[in-house]
């Protein structure tokens, strides 16, 4: 039972390649690249692709480095994938942004003189003009960066400015899970990018569910989250919804792989058609809803068997998993 179980069970992993691609995501994908790499960014660049949780934002960023490593190395792009969901707190937010922003800009490749240093003195300046980024990131900042103790955010601004705008390459700074974060943390990364988002010939990628950040923003600021948001991301996408019908492909042939030694008989084919269109279809709107209900079934199903008719018990699983107020009540009800 257990090596089935580990056989069946699917991991909630967003794609990597486009090829494995079944939901249409792959086309969007191109297309959002291109646009990436042909677009003016002569005074930085800050998109955002949005989208619920689940829905496929990261599938996306990796089917667009997908498109990118396929470019030739003269066009390709410098790529930092920025995670802040990896680290702890707001002063690993700011030393880990700026250290990863730091290493690129003053690698071997670039070969830009005193960026380096220059990067480390905004990074301070930036901490000492936002009085909430806490002291620790401060001290941790200068120990890092060995950086004067006062420094003026315009001036260094407009010397980091002068230096990348001389780079023959872009650089895309992929900024994804920004809505696992904390309402605090959140509205730290987006000050950050608002203190960097016009750095010339960087293009700043952020995924997150626009929801969930809105909501945080004004948790905190006291102000409209949607207007903050306006003012920092110049342009948005969303996720695109899909098809439905290749939603039901993709779960129906997972299905076939727990019920595929089930007698044909046993399974009442019209009756299931009409149990999950009427019904479980509505539960599965995105990929990680798919993943969740496979995986429950591949769990649940194999010890019962014998025991349950598997129409009905797929149509009480998907209550049980995506309605668990109405499965209660069947549950406590069962007379």
């Given at each position: 039972?257990?090596?089935?179980?580990?056989?069946?069970?699917?991991?909630?992993?967003?794609?990597?390649?486009?090829?494995?691609?079944?939901?249409?995501?792959?086309?969007?994908?191109?297309?959002?690249?291109?646009?990436?790499?042909?677009?003016?960014?002569?005074?930085?660049?800050?998109?955002?692709?949005?989208?619920?949780?689940?829905?496929?934002?990261?599938?996306?960023?990796?089917?667009?480095?997908?498109?990118?490593?396929?470019?030739?190395?003269?066009?390709?792009?410098?790529?930092?994938?920025?995670?802040?969901?990896?680290?702890s707190g707001q002063d690993d937010l700011i030393r880990n942004f700026f250290d990863q922003l730091r290493t690129t800009l003053d690698s071997k490749e670039l070969k830009i003189e005193g960026l380096k240093d220059l990067i480390g003195d905004f990074a301070q300046a930036v901490g000492d003009y936002y009085p909430d980024i806490p002291w620790q990131a401060r001290i941790i900042t200068r120990f890092l960066f060995k950086v004067r103790p006062k420094q003026n955010i315009p001036e260094l601004k407009s010397k980091i400015s002068e230096k990348l705008a001389k780079l023959d390459s872009r650089i895309f700074v992929v900024i994804d899970d920004i809505d696992r974060l904390i309402p605090e943390e959140i509205r730290q990364i987006f000050r950050l990018i608002k203190a960097v988002a016009d750095f010339p010939n960087i293009i700043y990628i952020l995924a997150f569910d626009k929801d969930v950040a809105i909501k945080s923003l004004e948790s905190i600021q006291k102000i409209s989250g949607s207007e903050y948001l306006e003012k920092i991301v110049q342009a948005s996408f969303d996720v695109p919804t899909p098809e439905k019908s290749l939603l039901n492909t993709l779960f129906t042939d997972k299905l076939n792989q727990i019920f595929n030694k089930l007698p044909q008989k046993a399974f009442e084919t019209n009756r299931w058609q009409s149990v999950f269109f009427d019904g479980i279809e509505k539960f599965l709107s995105t990929p990680r809803s798919v993943t969740k209900f496979y995986n429950s079934l591949s769990i649940t199903y194999p010890a019962l068997k014998n025991e349950v008719n598997p129409v009905d018990f797929v149509a009480i699983e998907s209550l049980r998993q995506f309605s668990p107020y109405a499965y209660d009540i069947i549950r406590l009800n069962e007379k």
């Open positions: 039972m257990k090596k089935n179980i580990a056989r069946n069970f699917l991991p909630d992993k967003p794609l990597v390649l486009k090829k494995d691609d079944r939901l249409g995501y792959s086309k969007f994908a191109e297309n959002l690249s291109r646009g990436l790499i042909n677009a003016n960014a002569t005074e930085g660049l800050v998109v955002s692709l949005n989208g619920k949780w689940g829905s496929g934002k990261t599938t996306i960023l990796n089917f667009i480095f997908d498109e990118i490593d396929k470019l030739p190395e003269t066009q390709k792009p410098i790529v930092i994938r920025f995670n802040p969901w990896w680290f």
